[in-house]
């Protein structure tokens, strides 16, 4: 009898104070968003006198300055779109942020914020190390500047204090950005690395164009002319604007006078030392393989690049 005569209320009670618990704000959760979201936008790497934020990369100008300083640009410029899905990273952080202090759920935008950070993190990482197998810099903790490491502790903290999941799965979450942007790195690179081709004087040009009407194409429409050029082979004609030095090889350019946007040829071994004996305001005819062309933030201008390149005659 006096079990059956407690008052109802008792386990509502309980129940109410199980919900508010589990949605009670986390202080280490929204401290990891406010730092995830400052550190986005400051400064990573240092490459020389360059300084570059987490949001170079989904903002166009991370391998902009790699190619116009070190000349190593993007080697599938016609996937440059799906850089902007690392612009969910400050976008997810603050709504996640906002809805945790509401007491709502929102431990799946945490999560994905969280990962994407840590998986550029890696990228700015790993890339680094490129450029400095390629003599940049001297050391690559000279290069990686404090505001990368505090981007990558608060993303795991963001992620390990992310309501409803297992801490298995928050582990998971936290290997799995940086081990999928590795493992990407190194694919393509060995891809790149062993790549054979045929001899580009060999191979049928798809188009003869003339310099200025290329690079005026693409200004024009870049989606079309990435359409039509892209992976074929080109004979470009025109005057050369500049000869750009790249530790053992040289990069020949033909550049618009009046947008500043530009084609860029990178040689192939076998015609290296015909391309050093290039002088600017020359006349050439160069067969190459175009890249694609991608519009430049931070030089307000389009650059359209080209590989295996050989001189024409």
């Not at 979201?37 to 300084?51: A, G, I, Q």
């Amino acid at each position: 009898m006096f079990y059956d005569s407690q008052p109802s209320w008792l386990p509502d009670r309980f129940s109410n104070c199980m919900t508010q618990a589990n949605t009670s704000k986390n202080p280490v959760h929204l401290l990891a968003a406010a730092v995830l979201l400052v550190s986005f936008f400051l400064p990573w790497v240092k490459w020389e006198d360059s300084k570059l934020a987490g949001m170079e990369f989904p903002a166009g100008n991370f391998f902009a300055v790699s190619a116009d300083k070190f000349g190593l640009d993007n080697p599938y410029p016609q996937f440059s779109f799906t850089f902007y899905i690392f612009w969910l990273i400050p976008v997810l952080t603050l709504l996640a942020a906002y809805l945790h202090a509401k007491g709502k759920k929102a431990g799946l935008m945490a999560i994905i914020a969280g990962v994407l950070s840590l998986s550029l993190v890696t990228v700015y990482i790993v890339f680094s190390n490129t450029l400095l197998d390629l003599g940049v810099g001297n050391g690559l903790t000279g290069m990686l500047q404090p505001f990368l490491y505090i981007q990558a502790i608060a993303a795991i903290l963001f992620i390990a204090s992310a309501r409803s999941f297992s801490p298995f799965l928050k582990f998971f979450f936290i290997l799995i950005g940086p081990a999928l942007s590795f493992g990407s790195f190194k694919y393509i690179s060995h891809e790149l690395e062993n790549s054979t081709f045929s001899s580009t004087k060999k191979e049928k040009p798809a188009y003869t164009v003339n310099a200025d009407e290329l690079i005026r194409e693409f200004v024009t429409g870049d989606s079309a002319a990435n359409a039509k050029y892209t992976d074929k082979i080109l004979v470009v004609n025109g005057v050369i604007s500049e000869l750009e030095a790249v530790d053992s090889t040289v990069n020949v350019k033909f550049t618009d006078s009046t947008s500043g946007s530009y084609a860029i040829f990178d040689f192939q071994a076998e015609d290296v030392a015909a391309a050093k004996k290039l002088t600017a305001g020359e006349t050439v005819s160069i067969k190459a393989s175009c890249s694609g062309g991608i519009f430049s933030r931070l030089r307000q201008a389009t650059v359209i690049s080209f590989k295996r390149s050989a001189i024409n005659k």
